[in-house]
């Protein structure tokens, strides 16, 4: 066994040597042939100490429940299990074994099978098939393909040898678990073949976690799930066994020993951002290959950092709805991260090639997505989702299939599914996600991850689905069926009764699209109906008012039936809704409430905004306010408009803006240009009435997410209260902001002034400078003394010249006075 | 004022330059064809034909008799500024990209490109007085930096050259031996091509403008980096009021990055910043390509640019800018 050498030693020891431990790059360290410095080899370490993996039989299977023959049925009875098993798998020479009593020369009833070991896997035994490498900054990054054992070396160091070059390196103690991998991962040599080596290695503390995968016998397995149960004839009804599961069984102990109770140690307060003193938003960003977390601070007129990690993650990051978790998606899975000092990791969730993450509302549940690629190109692609538990980390459910029975409905088929697949309901509970299938709609309940009342219900040609954001109601909508036989349809359903609440019939339609209002008060479904000729279609609304009795449904039709339908929006937690109408390049912008003064019952047009360069609404998390947008084609338009008074509060620009996010309290708005145009790329913070606090550049600007927020314990009363007596605590913080705003000048001036000082000093110097060259200039040009004309000076002469003189009578005429 | 827009190139231009009295703005194209203009209306005073290639860049010279004009037909001629007759024409092997006159008058520096197996290269020349005495030889030739040296100006009383270019290094040589004296620090210097450089009137400091969206104001005699200005667009030109503590930066989109949308994507315009507060103060715009070049008249009362269009635009300042106070 190699001697144990710790990482303080070998400090010691270097600084003995006057070498700097941290400026060392390992991997320029070649050990010369045979020489290994006393630490032995892998190859050793492999037949020294097998113990420490799984025994190795993990391809052999047991089969029970043969028939018992005797000596001269022996033969026969060999080459049926032969057969059968040879389907699966080649059986290793000598690999079947059929035990005979030696006293009555009979069979026992069972035999050992051993598959041959695949090919294509590298390494026998214990070995490791995945690692994942991670230097402090990046989690998931694997540095390469570790063909050898790691062991550790008592406790010091994890020896280690890559596969491409034979590479040293040492890893600190404490700094790595191992980790067994699940059990179904596959093995993928493209995937690491792709992975850099170099980079990660120079930095010096690193940690790793292994992923053992030593019982990957993809045969033995196969050939178990197969045969257990199968009937050799009605006595004899096969029982297959894995070899190590007998061993693995034995070794349970007979009597129940209570499990050890843990400490309790205290999580980290994942809150802790909510309790800013200033009552900041954060938000991250993601540019170059840097992901950042910023305070959005306002009253500094900039953003303060918080975090930032390069290579954070491989594709993109998400906030989870609550704002607790950050998570980030990576090859192997995703993770989420949190805290109250430092974003620290709190649960990984391994999903091979996650493309597409998803949280539950209440953000218990993750679903995760990935498609891969089939064997044979004519088949589609295989999918599989994962549903796991965000706080344990556990698989709840799991789903697999082709891509086919994921993409119904939606826009279905070409771009593959329409995520997110599964559709979260029943309001902040998680209590049920549902899934739209072919002819059927798939509803499942969390507390068993299984459908309710174990089926599906049955809806022909459903075409989409939504939830009520509140309640748990499904709104779904039937297209027309057999050429306008059976009309269309759009009915909510409430869940896990099942009950259809309300139904409404459309004729003529064309497509449907489903609004809820955030509260779940109001359902609008907008309706593109086909004119009379069949040639052109115009659009109605149908709105549905859930918490009113029997559910009314009112129809609304614009004034100009032809107007096209450009954007629709309801007010969040309001009675209000915008919707733009009409044609490019100048639509127009219409305003409607369904509660309107006396008349509650009805739904009725507050204000026609004529002719704005907008397709896209934005409204205040806390209504009001709205954000008449021309993204795209507009180039960035914006305008800030109050509901409340109908007026504009604000036209402004943000050139070529993509993207723009409201901060979860309404005060602040970010509107933003990611990387899909090359310039400009960057973000701007506005306050809620369009005046712009600041603006960042950044290259290669891909996400701005603003943190969200839980819902406020306020109740609504207090919150009433508050808007009454605003006058009241408005004060505290206006004299903050005042004292900021006095400081910042400050700060300005005095910033001003040391550049305006530091300025002057580089003046004075050159200018002693050109004096002291002054006479040596002057023999450059031939004696030419001029130096003074140099330095212009914008003098104002004024010159007054006389030009003339003359003297005239005028003759005065008093008589016309 | 109306800016005044002055056609006469055909294609994009490359270099602007005021003679010392700021009466005559001297302008290079792609058009083979140096023009020269009266620098207070616009009018076009002559051109000065012979060259067979763009032109890249041109000096005059104190006494404003001589013009040099380096081009990409591999030679470097002289002018008559006044008849427009050329005077001498070096050659070379490979284009031409810049020319500078000493203090003096007396040496030219001229950087070369590098072409087919020619590496660029920095050459000193001597100008003799009387156009009959020119001759063709090198006093210094250097050669060193990778990639085109986009420009090289002489330093106090000639006895360093600097010189900038697509390796985004800034370097200070000496004059007389070529030694490499100083370097830019690659931390805090310029990340990409360093596209233009413009020195200060007395030559005490200069600013360089990059390709990677930002302008360095440096020591002259120590390469001190004093300021930095960043921008949102690649810097094409720079220069520096000699009247105000004003910067001007030019530049925008890359000609064959620019989308046909929208002409305010390019950001095609002259941006104005504060040369000690590093801030923006102002913008002119008007062009409609990026712009390739920019001067300061030296009465620091008007500045002209040129563009990728192929306009040169002569901008008289109104009096409030010569009271902006920030």
């Keep these: ?817 | 004022m109306r800016p005044i827009l002055m056609k006469g190139h055909e294609r994009p231009l490359t270099f602007l330059k005021y003679n010392r009295d700021g009466d005559l703005l001297f302008s290079c194209a792609k058009d083979h064809t140096p023009t020269v203009w009266f620098a207070d209306n616009g009018e076009r005073l002559g051109t000065y034909r012979g060259h067979n290639g763009a032109v890249w860049t041109c000096d005059v010279s104190r006494d404003s008799m001589r013009l040099i004009t380096g081009s990409a037909d591999q030679t470097v001629k002289l002018w008559n500024v006044e008849t427009g007759a050329q005077l001498f024409t070096f050659n070379f092997d490979s284009p031409a990209r810049s020319v500078d006159f000493s203090v003096g008058d007396k040496l030219a520096v001229i950087t070369t490109d590098p072409f087919m197996e020619l590496t660029s290269a920095i050459h000193v020349k001597r100008i003799a007085r009387d156009p009959s005495q020119q001759t063709a030889e090198s006093a210094l030739v250097i050669k060193g930096p990778q990639g085109r040296i986009n420009r090289a100006i002489w330093g106090p009383l000639n006895r360093t050259i600097i010189s900038a270019g697509e390796d985004a290094i800034v370097r200070i040589w000496d004059s007389e031996t070529g030694k490499l004296l100083k370097e830019s620090d690659k931390e805090t210097g310029h990340k990409k091509t360093v596209t233009s450089l413009s020195k200060a009137v007395d030559g005490s400091h200069f600013v360089t403008g990059s390709l990677d969206k930002s302008a360095k104001l440096w020591d002259s005699r120590t390469l001190t980096l004093i300021k930095t200005y960043l921008t949102e667009r690649p810097v094409n030109a720079v220069t520096m009021s000699p009247l105000l503590d004003h910067v001007v930066l030019g530049g925008g989109q890359d000609a064959s990055h620019v989308t046909t949308t929208d002409h305010r994507a390019g950001k095609f315009e002259a941006k104005f910043y504060d040369k000690i507060l590093q801030e923006e103060i102002g913008g002119v715009k008007g062009h409609f390509g990026p712009i390739n070049a920019l001067a300061f008249n030296p009465d620091g009362k008007s500045f002209s640019s040129g563009g990728e269009d192929g306009y040169v635009r002569l901008h008289h300042f109104d009096p409030d800018y010569f009271n902006v106070k920030i």
């Design chain 1, 1 to 817: 066994m190699a001697e144990v050498i710790s990482m303080e030693d070998i400090r010691a020891t270097a600084s003995t040597l006057g070498i700097d431990v941290s400026n060392i790059d390992f991997d320029s360290i070649r050990l010369p042939p045979g020489e290994d410095f006393g630490i032995t080899s892998d190859d050793d370490l492999h037949e020294e100490d097998p113990l420490e993996y799984d025994s190795g039989f993990g391809n052999i299977i047991v089969v029970d429940n043969l028939p018992v023959v005797p000596r001269e049925k022996f033969e026969k009875l060999e080459g049926v299990v032969r057969k059968i098993y040879s389907q699966i798998g080649v059986i290793k020479e000598d690999g079947l074994w059929m035990p005979v009593d030696s006293d009555t020369q009979k069979t026992l009833g069972y035999c050992f099978i051993e598959y041959n070991t695949p090919q294509n896997l590298p390494c026998q035994g214990g070995c490791i098939l995945y690692t994942s490498f991670c230097a402090p900054d990046c989690d998931f990054q694997n540095i390469g393909y570790w063909q050898s054992t790691g062991k550790c070396l008592g406790n010091g160091f994890l020896l280690l040898r890559s596969n491409s070059e034979s590479k040293i390196a040492f890893f600190a103690q404490g700094q790595f678990s191992v980790v067994y991998g699940p059990p179904d991962t596959p093995y993928d040599e493209k995937l690491w073949n792709t992975i850099p080596l170099d980079n990660y290695c120079k930095n010096t503390t690193f940690y790793a976690s292994f992923y053992f995968r030593n019982l990957y016998y993809p045969e033995a397995e196969l050939a178990r799930e197969k045969t257990n149960g199968y009937k050799l004839d009605r006595a004899h009804i096969f029982a297959v066994n894995m070899f190590d599961d007998f061993d693995r069984f034995m070794k349970v102990p007979d009597e129940w020993a209570p499990p050890e109770t843990k400490p309790y140690t205290p999580g980290e307060n994942l809150q802790h951002w909510l309790t800013d003193e200033k009552a900041r938003d954060q938000f991250v960003i993601r540019a170059g290959s840097d992901t950042e977390v910023l305070w959005n601070d306002a009253r500094h007129l900039k953003p303060e950092p918080v975090y930032k990690r390069a290579y954070w993650t491989e594709s993109f990051v998400q906030w989870s709805p609550l704002g607790t978790y950050l998570a980030t998606v990576h090859r192997q899975g995703a993770a989420v991260w949190g805290g109250a000092t430092a974003f620290n990791r709190l649960m990984r969730y391994a999903h091979p090639q996650v493309k597409l993450i998803d949280f539950s509302p209440g953000e218990k549940y993750l679903v995760t997505y990935s498609s891969h690629e089939p064997s044979n190109p004519r088949d589609t692609h295989r999918v599989v989702l994962n549903v796991f538990d965000v706080r344990t980390g556990k698989v709840m459910r799991d789903f697999k299939g082709s891509m086919d029975e994921f993409s119904v409905g939606g826009a279905g088929g070409v771009s593959g599914v329409s995520w997110p697949v599964f559709r979260w309901g029943g309001g902040k509970e998680d209590k049920y996600f549902a899934r739209i299938g072919k002819n059927v709609i798939s509803v499942y309940e969390t507390e068993t991850f299984s459908l309710i009342d174990k089926k599906s219900l049955k809806v022909e040609n459903v075409m989409d689905l939504s939830w009520s954001p509140a309640d748990p109601i499904l709104a779904l909508f039937v297209p027309e069926l057999g050429g306008g036989n059976q009309p269309a349809r759009v009915s909510l359903v409430q869940i896990p009764s099942k009950e259809e609440l309300r139904q409404k019939n459309l004729f003529s339609v064309s497509d449907c699209k489903m609004y809820w209002q955030s509260n779940g008060d109001y359902l609008a479904v907008k309706v593109d109906r086909y004119t009379k000729t069949k040639k052109s279609t115009y659009t109605g609304f149908e709105l549905f008012r859930i918490k009113e009795r029997d559910i009314p449904i009112e129809v609304l039709e614009l004034e100009n039936k032809n107007d096209k339908i450009i954007a629709f929006a309801w007010e969040p937690k309001g009675h209000r809704f915008a919707v733009i109408h009409g044609d490019s390049p100048r639509p127009d912008v219409s305003f409607f409430t369904m509660r309107s003064g006396s008349n509650t019952g009805r739904v009725s047009k507050l204000t026609t905004l004529k002719g704005k360069q907008a397709n896209a609404l934005f409204w205040s998390p806390a209504g009001r306010y709205i954000i008449l947008a021309g993204l795209k084609g507009f180039n960035g338009q914006l305008e800030f408009y109050n509901v409340d008074e109908l007026e504009t509060m604000a036209t402004a620009e943000h050139f070529m803006a993509t993207d723009i996010e409201w901060d979860p309290t309404g005060r602040y708005v970010a509107t933003s240009v990611t990387s899909v145009h090359e310039m400009e790329n960057g973000f701007n913070i506005w306050s809620f009435n369009g005046k712009l606090l600041y603006r960042i550049l950044k290259d290669h600007f891909f996400q701005f997410l603003w943190r969200p927020r839980p819902p406020s314990f306020l109740s609504p009363e207090k919150e009433e209260e508050i808007a009454k007596n605003l006058k009241k605590y408005s004060k505290k913080y206006e004299a903050e902001d005042q004292d900021v705003s006095m400081l910042l000048s400050e700060q300005d001036r005095e910033k001003r002034k040391m550049l305006k000082d530091e300025w002057e000093r580089w003046v004075n110097d050159w200018k002693r400078w050109h004096e002291e060259e002054k006479a040596e200039r002057q023999r450059l040009r031939d004696g030419e003394a001029s130096d003074e004309e140099e330095e212009y000076e914008a003098k104002e002469v004024e010159v007054e010249e006389l030009l003339d003189v003359s003297e005239e009578v005028l003759s005065f005429d008093l008589d016309q006075e």
